[in-house]
């Protein structure tokens, strides 16, 4: 008897030891996660954290590694801070391994296929995650007090990113519904090329999605005088429609021809020789409307070109060239 109470007591020493330890004594866990995910081929994109929520200890470290070739951040701004730009961080960039904790932004700067960056989270709290180069692609960090039990460990988080991983670039009933939308389209529009598609999803932390970085019915061929019209058919990911020279600034239509305005609203260009440069500045669906916020005009999501002289043309999306996406447009005599 005397042994088993030594033991109760030994027992709830530690216990009580436990409990009053200060948090700084836990040892730091450091975590990991994906930041976006591609194809093999690199055609197709998941536009996401994978996975996207997380719960972990104050005093833990988070490490995000990209596995895209299209740029994302990791970025944390402080609770009701305007949505900044990704070219000027939130603004600025911060060194990978500096803390948050919820009294300044925290922003890494654009990172593409292997580069990591690792937040510190110092006190306990949830902290929405964005990407500041795509603003759907959200997620959520809840960080608990040192002697909390966490709900799940790194091999679950793992797991959960693979999973997420394969529904977003593998799933075939995105890909039916994708495929659909884009049959509808081609039957609708004669002389028409999708410039890329994609599907949003959604998880209990925020949104993700999955994005197709092709022109579909890329390499088309026309007779001399027609016009072809290309739509951007993705919810979320911008592309650009680009002829010759690819400018400095992929925002803004440019080039050394004439781009007028259809009474559509469509911008429309004409190209009657193979000098001839043509940039439509980024074409993407307007934002979503929210309450409080001014209505977002409508969105620049088509591009025309008129070819008046046969010939070969090359072309490309200013953003997405690198990942394969290019087109050509064969014009012939008549």
Known sequence: MKSRISMFVSVAALTALA??????VYAQQNWKAELGAQSKDMGKLAIAFLPNELWIHEGDNITWTSGSGEIHTVSFLIAGQAYTNFMVGCPGFSPSGTSFDGTKCV????????QSFTVNFPKPGNYSLVCLVHPHMTGVIHVLAASAILPHNQAFYDAQGADQRKSLLADTDKQRDMDDM???????????????IGQMNVTGA?????????????????????TIEWTN??????????????????????????????ADGVLHATINSKGDNVHSGLILASPENQVGVPQ??????????????????????????ELGMVGKVIVTPY
Do not use: W
């Not at 922003?107 to 292997?114: H, I, K, Q």
């Not at 039957?187 to 090329?193: H, I, M, P, Q």
């Open 296 to 321: 977002s005009p409508p969105g620049n999501t088509r591009f025309r070109i008129t070819f008046t002289e046969a010939g070969t043309y090359n072309y490309i999306c200013a953003l997405h060239d």
């Open 206 to 226: 925020g949104f993700e999605s999955l994005s197709v970085v092709r022109f579909l019915n890329g390499t088309i061929e026309i007779h001399k005088g027609d």
């Open 19 to 24: 409990v009053c330890i200060p948090s700084s």
């Open 233 to 262: 058919l993705d919810p979320a990911l911008p592309h650009t429609i680009t002829f010759g020279t690819e400018p400095a600034n992929p925002t803004p239509p440019s080039g050394n021809v004439p781009i007028t305005l259809d």
């Open 182 to 196: 884009l049959s509808a389209h081609v039957l609708a529009n004669k002389n028409s090329v999708t410039a890329g």
């Open 107 to 114: 922003s890494a700067p654009p990172l593409t296929t292997g």
